[in-house]
Structures are given as C-alpha cells and as structure tokens.
C-alpha cells in the first residue's frame, strides 16, 4: 500500500533555495545564501510533516504574500539561538563597574532603559537583570530598571517567557545567583518574579524600524549581526546609533567589529558609545 505522504523527498532545487533564501535575507537579514546543506536538513522533516510532496511547492507556500504563520515557523528553524549565562563575562564586567556607576552620575531620568537586541532564550537579558538587582541591592535607588529583550523567534520567546532552565545551563552563573534569582521545581530552575517583571520580551524583527516609545542607554545585540551581511549592519547600526540616548552604549559580540564609518566611538573591544553631546 503506498502512503498518502511521500518518505522521501527529492533534493531542493537551487531556484527553490534561491527563492527562499532571498525572501529570508531581504525580511529578516539572515544571510543563508552558502548554507544549502543546513537550510535542506533543518526543513526536510517539517516539510514532510506538513504534507508536501516536493520543496517547490512548499516554497511557493511560505512565499505566498499572506504566509506570515509558515515564515514564522521557517525562522523558528533556521535562526541560530546558541546562547548561555555569562556569555562574554567582560561585558557583565563593563557593566557592574563602568556602566552602571557612570549611569548613575550622568542620568538624571528616574529610568534605565536597556534592549537586548537578538536575546534569543532569554539568558543574555536574565543575566544583565541579575548585575543590576545585584548592584542595586544596598542602594536606596528608586530607579524604574527595565530590559527590552526582542527576538524574531517565536520558540525562543517562549522559552525566555518562560525563564525556566535546565539545571546544567545553570553552571555558568555565580552560585549565589541559582539561590538569589531562581526557584527550582523537580530540577528545573525558574527566574524569580520580581526579576522575571523587570525584563519585557517581545517579537521584533531588526530589518524594521525601530520605533519605541523610548531611546536606550544601552543596547547589547551580540552575536547577531554574523548573520547579516555589510549593508544590513551598517543600516541597523545608523537605526540603533538614533535610538540610543546621547552618552548611551552598544555592546556587539566579541567576534564581531562594526563597519567603517560607524558613528558610534568605540571604547574597548566590543563596547562601543555614543558621545555626549556638548553645548
Ligand atoms: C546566536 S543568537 C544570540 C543570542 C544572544 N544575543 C547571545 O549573544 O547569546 C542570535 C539570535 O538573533 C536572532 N535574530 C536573527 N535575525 C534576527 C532579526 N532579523 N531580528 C531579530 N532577531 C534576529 C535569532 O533568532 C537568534 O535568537
């Protein structure tokens, strides 16, 4: 008896990969031009378990100008949300020891705005709530200290949503912090309330403008501009550099560099600011 779905599936054709992978880097900027082998094997069984008989015709599918449910899931499965605790410890150092104590001096708002650009699971955004309750703690400061943290994966929102980790992930963060910040339930470690209503996830796409209410003191997008090409960094860098509060810093991956002419000054190795301005 032969199944009503195919077993198998023949090869993706390079129109089809074309296709898609320029649909995806104009919308999204991920550049997945080389990648044929990755983008064929993270899709082959979801195409299958979607019902379609051929890659073609499940191209044509997502494409469709109204598929905004099919591209959601495609990038639930191509984006890279590689991501734990403590990741690149001198930016946490930078934090504590300059930023924060020079915020402190310089912002005379009652508020520090933050954005965790690319926050993928949630650890990047949970750590820096942690070196800021941490910081915080002996001080009589009534600062309203709130994290923005944006992804375009729908998974990964859910997950940093959530903010419950294995026990494992745990291994990189200071042992108080595990007792201090998280409750743990059956091995499974969730991040308190109190630091959990500090940090606000939401889906946003870094190809689209950036129109929050409000500009960031800093804006730590690590590890996600790989992905793009030259052009599209050095769009997103201009569009941050606008909505970064004078004085304000950006924190990039330590194996990323910006693009010449960048208009932000760089500090120290992947910390990057823009000036204050003088009157
Ligand atoms: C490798 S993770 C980095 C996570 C974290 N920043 C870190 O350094 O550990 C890259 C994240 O960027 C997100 N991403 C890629 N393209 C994006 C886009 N156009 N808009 C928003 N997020 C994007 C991916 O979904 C992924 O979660």
């Known amino acids: 008896m032969t199944s009503f779905f195919?077993?198998?599936?023949e090869p993706m054709k390079d129109e089809d990969f074309f296709r898609l992978t320029s649909c995806i880097k104009q919308r999204y900027g991920?550049?997945?031009?080389?990648?044929k082998t990755l983008v064929e094997s993270r899709l082959y069984n979801y195409v299958l378990d979607r019902g379609f008989t051929s890659f073609a015709d499940f191209v044509s599918t997502a494409l469709a100008a109204?598929?905004?449910?099919?591209?959601?899931?495609?990038?639930?499965?191509?984006?890279?949300?590689?991501?734990?605790f403590m990741r690149e410890q001198e930016h946490f150092d930078h934090f504590t020891k300059v930023f924060l104590p020079n915020a402190e001096q310089t912002i005379?708002?009652?508020?520090?705005?933050?954005?965790?650009?690319?926050?993928?699971?949630?650890?990047?955004?949970?750590t820096f709530a942690c070196c800021m309750e941490d910081y915080f703690e002996d001080k009589n400061n009534s600062w309203d200290r709130r994290i923005l943290a944006t992804d375009i994966s729908h998974n990964a929102l859910?997950?940093?949503k959530q903010g419950s980790y294995g026990a494992a992930t745990l291994d990189s963060l200071p042992r108080a912090w595990k007792k201090k910040y998280f409750t743990e339930k059956n091995g499974i470690y969730t991040v308190n309330e109190r630091l959990r209503s500090?940090?606000?996830?939401?889906?946003?796409?870094?190809?689209?403008n950036i129109s929050f209410k409000k500009k960031f003191d800093l804006i730590i997008c690590r590890n996600v501009m790989i992905y793009f090409d030259r052009e599209t960094v050095r769009d997103l860098i201009r569009r941050f550099y606008d909505a970064t509060n004078d004085?304000?810093?950006?924190?990039?991956?330590?194996?990323?560099?910006?693009p010449e002419g960048s208009p932000y000054v760089r500090e120290r190795a992947a910390v990057y600011r823009k000036m204050l301005r003088r009157e």
């Open 198 to 208: 500090q940090v606000l996830f939401k889906c946003h796409n870094l190809m689209e």
């Open 6 to 9: 195919p077993q198998r599936l």
């Open 108 to 126: 005379d708002r009652n508020e520090l705005c933050i954005w965790s650009a690319g926050c993928s699971f949630g650890h990047e955004a949970y």
């Open 158 to 160: 859910l997950t940093a």
């Open 247 to 258: 004085g304000g810093y950006l924190y990039i991956g330590h194996a990323e560099t910006l």
């Open 30 to 35: 991920l550049n997945l031009g080389d990648k």
């Open 66 to 84: 109204d598929n905004e449910l099919e591209m959601a899931n495609i990038i639930n499965r191509l984006t890279t949300n590689y991501t734990y």
